[in-house]
């Protein structure tokens, strides 16, 4: 990674589109979607000396059994993993990893030129099964809503599912164009008894970050984000908890973002806040940044890779942006990767409220 020293936050080098992916590979499916992003793809490097903490995701049970592998290991109707399937699109799961229990699915579509092909007027559902139990019958059938990741320009959809047991999954799509015929499209997937993020209903870690008091009020020299929200920065993580304030916690950074949606993100945050006046937002930059000539550098470590602050370690993260809801106890009560809707925010605050 090389930065130049411009009068303007550093940018990232115009993406190549990349080879059309495997069917059902999880990796980089923002970059994929993103108009410009890092060629590194949306993972947090790990620190050097440390792992990311080994706590279970949202919706994650404390014990997952797991089903046994398919057999025949290619149940009929199910391509095997990097099969090539005839469609006019193809889905690209956008969730970082797939758990045990209850997930908020992120997913799209791509054409035949790795083109986004996600739109408000393209309908989506999602069967998926258990292809180590039956690999003919879903266990569930759930609708997908359609969400901007950049208004006009990118989409993705959310959709709830529930995975029982961890082992090989498979969901199969069903995708109407206004107008035009549905199609059916299946992948496959595993699904891990345990995931990364600290899950909800766990403590959250009372990391100290940065606040606007250590940098005399100036957050330029502590926000990589244009336009920050003052209000963002007057607490960090430990002061909140300590002082039981429910709060949303954003790690979100603009300039330096690998999936090219912490910008989007934040503005969302700032519309949501500006609704919910009194209400604790906090935003840390997730990866170790100093002031240079008056302007936020990333510390790259001895390989030029971005490094993770401790909080980005302490709450196990493998992608960026991410929100947590921590409520007045300091537990986790909701959390959304990449990209959240003002209506599921808000949803969320509201229920912490009552």
């Not at 992003?37 to 049970?61: M, Y």
């Not at 920065?233 to 912490?262: K, M, N, W």
């Not at 809801?325 to 912490?352: H, M, N, Q, R």
Request: aromatic share 8%; with cysteine; glycine share 8%.
């Amino acid at each position: 990674m090389s930065l130049r020293d411009t009068s303007r936050p550093p940018v990232y080098p115009v993406c190549m589109r990349p080879p059309r992916p495997p069917l059902g590979l999880v990796a980089s499916a923002l970059v994929l979607l993103a108009a410009c992003s890092s060629s590194a793809g949306p993972s947090i490097p790990p620190a050097a000396g440390s792992s990311a903490a080994g706590a279970l995701p949202p919706g994650g049970a404390a014990t997952c059994p797991t089903a046994p592998a398919p057999n025949p290991p290619d149940p009929d109707g199910w391509p095997a993993t990097g099969t090539a399937v005839k469609a006019s699109v193809y889905p690209l799961i956008v969730s970082s990893e797939q758990i045990c229990g209850r997930n908020r699915l992120l997913f799209s579509f791509l054409d035949a030129s790795n083109r986004p092909a996600a739109a408000p007027d393209r309908s989506a559902t999602i069967a998926i099964y258990n292809l180590g139990r039956d690999p003919s019958t879903p266990t569930a059938t759930a609708p997908a809503t359609f969400l901007w990741a950049i208004e006009g320009e990118r989409g993705l959809y959310v959709a709830t599912v529930d995975f029982a047991e961890a082992g090989e999954w498979g969901a199969e799509f069903t995708t109407t164009l206004a107008g035009g015929t549905p199609e059916k499209i299946r992948i496959r997937f595993e699904v891990k008894p345990t995931g990364s993020p600290v899950p909800i209903g766990a403590k959250a870690p009372a990391d100290r970050t940065p606040t606007a008091a250590d940098v005399s009020g100036d957050l330029a020299r502590l926000s990589s984000d244009q336009h920050p929200e003052p209000s963002f920065y007057q607490l960090s993580i430990d002061q909140a908890i300590a002082e039981h304030r429910p709060f949303v916690l954003a790690f979100a950074t603009p300039a330096f973002c690998t999936s090219g949606q912490c910008g989007p993100t934040l503005e969302i945050l700032k519309q949501v806040a500006r609704q919910e006046p009194g209400f604790t937002f906090i935003n840390v930059e997730p990866y170790k940044l100093e002031d240079a000539n008056g302007r936020l550098q990333p510390v790259l470590d001895a390989n030029g890779q971005l490094q993770p602050v401790q909080a980005t370690i302490d709450y196990g993260l493998v992608s960026e942006p991410w929100i947590f809801i921590v409520d007045a106890d300091g537990k986790i009560a909701a959390s959304f990767e990449a990209i959240v809707s003002p209506t599921e925010l808000t949803a969320a605050i509201e229920a912490l409220k009552r």
